[in-house]
């Protein structure tokens, strides 16, 4: 008995030593993505301003990727988080990376989004990065056994821009305008659940207490966990109007207005209450399962 417990021992501490699986990084586009005959665009690159906010910018993305990191103790939850920037740029760190630092120690497999930017339709903005959503959620489908996640537990989390990009993802996901590949679409793309977080593009510019006519909300919906802070230039209204849309379809949905934090706090820590937003959507998580 006491060699078997020198054994496992032995067997713990090496374990303790090996390193860490390494993220994977999975091309959307293997054969490039689908762009408007002669579409050019600059070599993707970091975009740096000459005072130093502590954002940083990823611009003139062409060839979009989703990386996987390896949770701490995976729960078989996986979350897609997509970086804001206007669909101009990616905040690709306090919005991207440091998020998915977080979402590993909890469990969950977070899957950061590189997704195409600047805009290439003035008057659709969201329209290419939709394809690069619909995709990223087939792959993960397809390839969720090798990942060690469950394809019924894929969630979608997204900041500004990209916030506006999770809700129009969990709405139109199956709303295709590119021709599929069976091995990496499937036929329903939509997240299981989704978190927007201070979404930009809600509300119409001329009243800011009417959603845009693309959000609509139907009992096709996933669940919905919105975050938003009541002095945000992009109106809380919109998600304020998106929650009681939910309500009255009877759809599982939570939102956190906060009195102060503006937008684009991400992870940036300032010391108001809007810091401990992720902490609200870590609990709000695990109650979709218990609701099953």
Not at 104 to 128: A, E, Q
Request: hydrophobic content about 40%; aromatic content about 6%; proline content about 9%.
């Amino acid at each position: 008995m006491k060699r078997l417990s020198l054994v496992s021992s032995l067997l713990l501490s090496i374990a303790a030593l090996a390193p860490a699986a390494e993220p994977v990084v999975i091309k959307l586009w293997p054969k490039g993505a689908p762009e408007a005959e002669g579409f050019k665009i600059e070599p993707e690159a970091e975009i740096k301003r000459e005072k130093d906010d502590g954002v940083k910018r990823l611009g003139n993305v062409s060839d979009p990727t989703i990386t996987i990191y390896p949770a701490e103790n995976p729960n078989g939850t996986a979350v897609l988080v997509c970086p804001g920037g206007g669909y101009g740029i990616l905040a690709i760190e306090h919005e991207g990376t440091q998020v998915c630092d977080y979402l590993k120690t909890i469990g969950v497999t977070p899957v950061l989004l590189k997704y195409r930017v600047p805009r290439r339709d003035p008057t659709d903005p969201s329209r290419v990065p939709l394809q690069d959503t619909q995709r990223a959620m087939g792959i993960l489908r397809h390839r969720a056994a090798e990942f060690g996640i469950q394809p019924d537990r894929i969630g979608i989390l997204g900041f500004s821009a990209g916030g506006h990009l999770s809700i129009m993802t969990a709405l139109h996901a199956n709303e295709r305008t590119y021709e599929q590949d069976p091995a990496l679409d499937v036929e329903d793309a939509t997240p299981n659940f989704a978190v927007p977080v201070y979404p930009a593009y809600l509300v119409e510019k001329e009243n800011a207490f009417q959603l845009v006519p693309e959000i609509k909300i139907s009992a096709k919906a996933p669940p919905m966990c919105l975050i938003h802070a009541h002095d945000d230039p992009h109106s809380a209204g919109g998600s304020a109007l998106i929650y009681l849309e939910y309500k009255k379809n009877n759809i599982p949905c939570e939102v956190h207005i906060y009195s102060t934090g503006g937008h684009g706090f991400g992870m940036k820590k300032n010391g108001l209450p809007v810091n401990d937003w992720l902490l609200r959507v870590a609990e709000w998580m695990p109650t979709l399962t218990k609701a099953k």
